[in-house]
C-alpha cells in the first residue's frame, strides 16, 4: 500500500472530542462579563459574545463601555477555564473512533476555531501524540484568522511540509477552509452534523461516517 496523502489534518471539536456543551460556554459567557464588570447581560449580548466577529464584539463593547479587547480577554479565558473543567469532568471526551487515528502512517495535526491553550489541553489531557496544532489566538485577530480563513490550516501545512494533505472537519468552515488553501477534505458527518451543502458551495471531495475510514483514504493500492 502507498500513501495517498502525506499529512492528515485534523478539526477537533465534533471530529476528535465531542463539542463543548452549549450550557457550559453560555456560563463563561455569563462569567466573562462579570470579570469586566457588566453583571446583568441580555440573552442576545450573550449569544453575540459566543461567536462574534470584530466589528460585532466592538459594538458590543461600546454597549457596556468596556475596552473590547479586555471583554475578549475575558471571555477567552473564561472559555479555556470552562473547557477544561468539561475535560476534567468527563463531560467533553473522545469519540470512539478516535483510535483509528493512531494507526495512520501519515503525519497528523489539527487546526481548530476554538483557542490554541484549549486545544493544548485536550492533547495533554488525552495524551494525544499530536505535535502541530494550531488554535486561535485570544486576540481580535485571531477572531478574524477564524476558519473559513484558512490562516490557521497554511501555518499547519507549512510546519508538516505536506505536498499532499487532507484536511478532515464536521463543518461547512472546514470545507471552505480547505478549499481556500487548495487541498482536499473531508465532511466528517457526526450527529450533530447540519451539512455543508446549506453554508458553502465549496464540496468536500470525501464524504465519511467515521474516523475508521481515513484509513482507506489515506492510502491507495
Keep these: 500500500m502507498q500513501t495517498r496523502y502525506d499529512a492528515i489534518v485534523f478539526d477537533n471539536d465534533g471530529v476528535l472530542t465531542t ?3 452549549r450550557d457550559a460556554l453560555v456560563d463563561a459567557i455569563h462569567d466573562a462579563f462579570e470579570r469586566v464588570g457588566v453583571a446583568e447581560p441580555s440573552d442576545g449580548h450573550v449569544e453575540t459574545l459566543l461567536g462574534p ?3 460585532s464584539l466592538r459594538r458590543l463593547a461600546g454597549e457596556y463601555d468596556v475596552d473590547p479587547h479586555d471583554l475578549w480577554t475575558a471571555r477567552e479565558r ?5 473547557q477544561l473543567e468539561e475535560l476534567r469532568a468527563g463531560r467533553k471526551r473522545l469519540y470512539d473512533d478516535v483510535d483509528a487515528v493512531d ?3 501519515s503525519t497528523n495535526a489539527i487546526v481548530s476555531n476554538n483557542q490554541h491553550e484549549t486545544i ?3 492533547l495533554e ?3 494525544l501524540g499530536v505535535e502541530v496544532w494550531y488554535g486561535r489566538e485570544p486576540t481580535l485577530s485571531g477572531i478574524d484568522r477564524k476558519k473559513p480563513t484558512p490562516y490557521y490550516l497554511e501555518l499547519a501545512l507549512e510546519d508538516l511540509d505536506a505536498t499532499n494533505p487532507l484536511y478532515v472537519g464536521d463543518s461547512w468552515v472546514d470545507v471552505a477552509a480547505a478549499d481556500a488553501a487548495g487541498i482536499d477534505s473531508a465532511y466528517l458527518w457526526r450527529d450533530h452534523a447540519r451539512g455543508y451543502e446549506e453554508w458553502t458551495s465549496a464540496e468536500p471531495d470525501h464524504e465519511i461516517d467515521s474516523l475508521e475510514a481515513i ?3 489515506a492510502t491507495s493500492s
Design 19 to 21: 463539542p463543548t456543551d
Design 53 to 55: 466577529d470584530v466589528d
Design 78 to 82: 473564561a472559555a479555556i477555564e470552562t
Design 103 to 105: 494507526s495512520l502512517a
Design 120 to 122: 493544548g489541553n485536550i
Design 125 to 127: 489531557h488525552f495524551d
Design 215 to 217: 484509513t482507506d483514504l
